[in-house]
């Protein structure tokens, strides 16, 4: 188990920047990805990156080349950075953890932080 509480969400002007931070209760390195997902209203989850216990990261193509996950393992909180925001970016984003136990795969959540994108 493991609890991740998001922070940062808040209200911004298009073309302005936000910066996310999810703090993990446990150590994220045990961790096999640490990501970010979101909702806006009326649609579905979806994917926004991921950051590989490896070190690679993965994004949406909507969001590549204006966001960046990175990750402090020391401080076991992950972050987005997010830039050149556009309206179509407001939703609830939610931090994800995956463990994966043989062909097992568990996904853990926070509770979500607001963005919003608007003038």
């Known amino acids: 188990q493991v609890q991740l509480v998001e922070s940062g969400g808040g209200l911004v002007q298009p073309g302005g920047s936000l910066r996310l931070s999810c703090a993990a209760s446990r150590s994220i390195s045990s961790f096999n990805a640490m990501g970010w997902y979101r909702q806006a209203p009326g649609k579905q989850r979806e994917f926004v990156a991921a950051?590989?216990?490896?070190?690679?990261?993965n994004y949406a193509d909507t969001v590549k080349g204006r966001f960046t996950i990175s990750r402090d393992n020391a401080k076991n909180t992950v972050y987005l950075q997010m830039n050149s925001l556009k309206p179509g970016d407001t939703a609830v984003y939610y931090c994800n953890a995956v463990k994966t136990i043989w062909t097992s795969r568990n996904d853990y959540w926070g509770q979500g932080t607001q963005v919003t994108v608007s003038s």
């Open positions: 950051s590989t216990q490896g070190g690679d990261t």
